[in-house]
């Protein structure tokens, strides 16, 4: 699976949009980007994926560069709920038995 | 939320003596995992399911046994557990390995003193 690379800490006002980036230089032709977030002591949380197209669902948006190797997690309107560990991870599914592999991730705090 | 319930979800016991840690989920889903994570290290996959009674090993399955005899559940065994296995453990689930995202339990944190 390829490499991700995130900011260790971003911090973000409440209320305000919250972008988080992503660097995979490496990703292959046939894998995901997957974004998880992980409140501390509770199990990750999915909180969305796609391949090459933008994708957007109740949680998030995610922005895929045309290149793919980068992306931007958006959280349109922060809370103090969304302090959290934000993992990017890319996946090729069948080739790795869905093994997923977190890196250090970035802890995003939101702030009042 | 996705149906998975591990148990127990706090476990603390002496070195040598076996441990068995219990994932079980309602959403009959083909896939689970069992992670650990450590500081420092992030989760690592320690083994993991393609369906009943079939199991593989993950990256850092030594010391570690797991079984799958039912569909919604998925069980990992410390045989003789070392303080080295001191973690909390998550179970995750998923209906596919392609395009679909892995759901994870709220973890067993677990101490071996």
């Known amino acids: 699976d390829a490499k991700t690379t995130q900011p260790p800490s971003m911090d973000c006002a409440e209320g305000r949009a919250a972008n988080l980036p992503c660097n995979h230089s490496?990703?292959?032709?046939?894998?995901?980007v997957y974004w998880y977030r992980q409140i501390h002591s509770q199990g990750p949380q999915y909180i969305i994926h796609?391949?090459?197209n933008n994708e957007t669902n109740e949680m998030a948006s995610l922005i895929i560069t045309e290149d793919r190797k980068s992306s931007t997690l958006i959280l349109p309107h922060a809370t103090l709920r969304d302090t959290a560990v934000y993992y990017c991870?890319?996946?090729?599914?069948?080739?790795?038995?869905?093994?997923?592999?977190f890196g250090q991730g970035t802890i995003l705090t939101v702030h009042p | 939320d996705a149906g998975i319930t591990q148990s127990p979800r706090h476990k603390v016991t002496e070195t040598g003596t076996p441990v068995t840690l219990r994932c079980h989920q309602t959403?009959?889903?083909?896939?689970m995992y069992w992670y650990r994570q450590d500081p420092g290290h992030g989760l690592r996959l320690i083994h993991y399911?393609?369906?009943?009674?079939?199991?593989d090993k993950g990256e850092v399955s030594d010391g570690y046994s797991v079984s799958r005899s039912k569909t919604e559940d998925f069980l990992l065994t410390l045989e003789s557990a070392t303080s080295s296995q001191t973690s909390v453990y998550f179970c995750?689930?998923?209906?596919?390995?392609?395009?679909?995202?892995?759901?994870f339990g709220d973890g067993t944190r677990l101490s071996i003193l």
């Open positions: 995750a689930i998923s209906e596919s390995i392609s395009n679909q995202p892995q759901h």
């Open positions: 490496t990703i292959s032709g046939n894998e995901y």
């Open positions: 796609g391949l090459k």
């Open positions: 991870i890319v996946n090729a599914g069948g080739t790795s038995y869905g093994k997923l592999t």
């Open positions: 959403e009959n889903h083909r896939y």
């Open positions: 399911s393609y369906g009943v009674k079939d199991t």
